[in-house]
């Protein structure tokens, strides 16, 4: 039965594109032949054993790039920065009209690969964020390859934990591919269900400077931890009853990621900072940018009055919440709080968010998924990419 369904399947490519039908569903519910899980494990395995951490993909990338030419890819790298390179990898054609992508970078730290038989629990840093994904998806296309006349490509950027610079030097690119791709597939940990859309972002930190003193005559000083403290209370206030909020993406938070301030105990603080992220579930980064410096305004009047100052810098200019493709029928859906690198490919194009494993293990010391739900999201991968297929192919006949 397995096999027969994956002949089908083969067969049935062309005709579901060209009748505009929905792919044979009943396939999804088949565990993959013995040959392909095995391969799916071992590339899997060399992914989240070679540590790439965020700056460090180097060997990850050059291990890949080897891999994919050896299954007949054509490949080329971008270099984003010394040593770090996005890779595409494509069939026959440069200009495909499909993408499927997903990253290569990993949050710190390197936490080894293992997999417990007994269980069939498969963990390691990246197994799945976003390892498990950049697995499946390779596996996923290179069944499909064939029968959807090599309309396919893969991308795997850096630096998707920091910033996604990688997404954004290949939206840059002189070199891309044009015109610009018309289905986009995103992988990240989204529990094997499609995710209709993601929170924004706005990034910022609080510099405060005041002016040292002993802390036996504090008047003499101006404690920029006193400053600080005062500011965050006013961003707690903010946070609590000021920020947009949304039905679909729920509230607004703020997180106080990181702060800093001072030398010594017994040393009035000259200087101290506060790292802080805002996951947007409403609005504007313009407008809660604006909520912020109104917030402040008062703390940062009184601070420059006693002859210290605070400033605030923004990382980068944010972005709003993300609203993303999810019609495909047979899924289960969902909204995610993380960020992604969705918004960050430029080009007009549908898009669509999937991949193995919880965001609630990802970043953790104890980051795992089970090894059916690697095989799955092969699965899950090849029915996303010809339903995708055919909805294009209906919109082109439609024009």
């Given at each position: 039965?397995?096999?027969?369904?994956?002949?089908?399947?083969?067969?049935?490519?062309?005709?579901?594109?060209?009748?505009?039908?929905?792919?044979?569903?009943?396939?999804?519910?088949?565990?993959?032949?013995?040959?392909?899980?095995?391969?799916?494990?071992?590339?899997?395995?060399?992914?989240?054993?070679?540590?790439?951490?965020?700056?460090?993909?180097?060997?990850?990338?050059?291990?890949?790039?080897?891999?994919?030419?050896?299954?007949?890819?054509?490949?080329?790298?971008?270099?984003?920065?010394?040593?770090?390179?996005?890779?595409?990898?494509?069939?026959?054609?440069?200009?495909?009209?499909?993408?499927?992508?997903?990253?290569?970078?990993?949050?710190?730290?390197?936490?080894?690969?293992?997999?417990?038989?007994?269980?069939?629990?498969?963990?390691?840093?990246?197994?799945?964020?976003?390892?498990?994904?950049?697995?499946?998806?390779?596996?996923?296309?290179?069944?499909?390859?064939?029968?959807?006349?090599?309309?396919?490509?893969?991308?795997?950027?850096?630096?998707?934990?920091?910033?996604?610079?990688?997404?954004?030097?290949?939206?840059?690119?002189?070199?891309?591919?044009?015109?610009?791709?018309?289905?986009?597939?995103?992988?990240?940990?989204?529990?094997?269900?499609?995710?209709?859309?993601?929170?924004?972002?706005?990034?910022?930190?609080?510099?405060?400077?005041?002016?040292?003193?002993?802390?036996?005559?504090?008047?003499?000083?101006?404690?920029?931890?006193?400053?600080?403290?005062?500011?965050?209370?006013?961003?707690?206030?903010?946070?609590?009853?000021?920020?947009?909020?949304?039905?679909?993406?729920?509230?607004?938070?703020?997180?106080?990621?990181?702060?800093?301030?001072?030398?010594?105990?017994?040393?009035?603080?000259?200087?101290?900072?506060?790292?802080?992220?805002?996951?947007?579930?409403?609005?504007?980064?313009?407008?809660?940018?604006?909520?912020?410096?109104?917030?402040?305004?008062?703390?940062?009047?009184?601070?420059?009055?006693?002859?210290?100052?605070?400033?605030?810098t923004w990382a980068g200019?944010?972005?709003?919440?993300?609203?993303?493709?999810?019609?495909?029928?047979?899924?289960?859906?969902?909204?995610?709080?993380?960020?992604?690198?969705?918004?960050l490919l430029a080009g007009?194009?549908?898009?669509?968010?999937?991949?193995?494993?919880?965001?609630?293990?990802?970043?953790?010391?104890?980051?795992?998924?089970?090894?059916?739900?690697?095989?799955?999201?092969?699965?899950?991968?090849?029915?996303?990419?010809?339903?995708?297929?055919?909805?294009?192919?209906?919109?082109?006949?439609?024009?």
């Amino acid at each position: 039965m397995i096999l027969w369904c994956f002949t089908f399947l083969a067969l049935t490519v062309k005709i579901a594109l060209a009748a505009g039908r929905p792919l044979f569903k009943d396939c999804n519910q088949l565990p993959l032949p013995e040959s392909t899980s095995t391969e799916l494990l071992y590339l899997h395995r060399k992914l989240v054993e070679t540590e790439s951490i965020t700056s460090n993909e180097h060997d990850v990338g050059q291990w890949l790039a080897s891999y994919l030419r050896d299954k007949n890819f054509t490949v080329e790298t971008q270099e984003v920065s010394e040593n770090r390179y996005n890779i595409l990898a494509y069939g026959s054609k440069r200009h495909t009209t499909i993408l499927v992508s997903s990253h290569i970078d990993t949050v710190p730290p390197f936490w080894p690969y293992y997999h417990n038989k007994t269980t069939d629990i498969i963990g390691g840093r990246g197994s799945v964020d976003a390892k498990g994904s950049v697995a499946a998806q390779i596996i996923a296309v290179q069944a499909l390859r064939e029968h959807l006349r090599d309309d396919l490509s893969l991308l795997f950027v850096v630096g998707e934990e920091t910033g996604g610079d990688g997404m954004r030097a290949f939206s840059s690119w002189s070199e891309r591919p044009q015109p610009n791709y018309e289905v986009v597939i995103f992988g990240e940990p989204t529990e094997g269900k499609l995710v209709c859309g993601h929170k924004g972002i706005l990034s910022f930190t609080l510099h405060i400077k005041g002016k040292a003193a002993h802390s036996g005559y504090p008047w003499l000083g101006v404690s920029a931890n006193d400053v600080l403290t005062e500011a965050l209370g006013e961003l707690l206030e903010l946070r609590e009853n000021g920020l947009p909020w949304s039905a679909k993406y729920g509230n607004t938070t703020m997180n106080f990621g990181k702060i800093e301030g001072g030398v010594a105990a017994n040393v009035v603080a000259e200087t101290a900072s506060a790292n802080v992220a805002v996951r947007l579930a409403a609005g504007t980064p313009n407008i809660v940018r604006g909520l912020i410096v109104g917030a402040l305004a008062d703390v940062k009047a009184r601070v420059e009055k006693m002859g210290g100052d605070l400033e605030i810098t923004w990382a980068g200019e944010g972005y709003a919440p993300v609203n993303i493709d999810c019609d495909i029928e047979h899924f289960e859906t969902m909204t995610v709080n993380y960020g992604t690198d969705v918004p960050l490919l430029a080009g007009d194009h549908r898009r669509y968010l999937y991949g193995p494993g919880s965001i609630f293990v990802a970043h953790s010391d104890h980051e795992a998924l089970k090894k059916k739900e690697l095989e799955q999201a092969v699965l899950d991968y090849r029915r996303l990419i010809v339903e995708a297929s055919r909805m294009d192919h209906q919109d082109q006949q439609e024009l």
